[in-house]
């Protein structure tokens, strides 16, 4: 997991409060990326950074935001919006085609909504 | 457009025998191609990767891999099965043409080596 920390690994919201996920790498790459892992289906990107301040959306955005202010910096957001929150979420970054996007992954952080 | 299919949700084998966990990809061009494991509640590890060149690829912890561009498969093998190596196993494909940086992942497949 190293060079990219996720805080807390286990983390406990009432329905109806946003809560944020914090993602930080001393890696210096460029990239980085939101995964929401459920079981028996995967990985699926939320949102994506290639840029300091510039961010797109994945698969599966809705009810969920971002911000990239910092390079070493990509904080996920879960909205009330979000109608499913209880999941599994891993941070990764890379950079580019220095070392042909291969991703590194954070421990993730583990959220329960009820 | 590009995706992976790992078209085995479970794979058995015995400790000390041989495995192989499928991955087929499709991409408009040519592929990058990766291998992780993940352990229970744990981020993911990168195994190996190919970009260019020789199709056996070989990574870490004894995995190697076989790119096949004819049959579009990436199947992850190692000679002699651990118990250890019970995980959870993804493929990743990149197109080489893309311009955007993010993999696709496969739904993943589990590795259960019994004793």
């Known amino acids: 997991d190293g060079g990219i920390t996720q805080s807390p690994k286990y983390l406990f919201r009432k329905e109806g409060q946003n809560v944020t996920l914090s993602c930080e790498q001393n890696?210096?790459?460029?990239?980085m990326y939101w995964y929401r892992q459920d079981p028996g289906q995967g990985l699926r990107l939320i949102y994506y950074?290639?840029?300091?301040?510039?961010?797109q959306k994945g698969d599966i955005a809705e009810g969920y935001s971002v911000s990239r202010e910092k390079k070493e910096s990509f904080p996920l957001t879960v909205t009330s919006a979000q109608k499913n929150p209880t999941a599994f979420y891993l941070c990764?970054?890379?950079?580019?085609?220095?070392?042909?996007?291969?991703?590194?992954f954070g421990p993730g952080t583990r959220l329960t909504v009820t | 457009a590009q995706s992976v299919a790992q078209p085995e949700d479970q794979v058995n084998v015995a400790e000390g025998n041989p495995l192989t966990v499928k991955c087929t990809y499709s991409v408009s061009g040519n592929p990058y191609l990766f291998w992780y494991v993940q352990y229970p509640n744990r981020g993911l590890q990168f195994l190996l990767k190919y970009i260019t060149g020789d199709n056996l690829v070989k990574g870490s912890y004894g995995f190697e891999a076989e790119f096949n561009k004819s049959q579009t498969s990436f199947h992850l093998k190692k000679p002699s099965a651990l118990v250890s190596d019970s995980a959870l196993y993804f493929c990743?494909?990149?197109?080489?043409?893309?311009?955007?940086?993010?993999?696709?992942f496969g739904k993943g497949t589990s590795l259960l080596v019994t004793p």
């Open positions: 890696l210096n790459h460029d990239a």
């Open positions: 950074s290639q840029i300091v301040n510039d961010f």
């Open positions: 990764a970054s890379s950079t580019g085609p220095r070392s042909s996007y291969e991703q590194y």
């Open positions: 990743a494909v990149r197109a080489v043409s893309n311009s955007g940086y993010a993999l696709n």
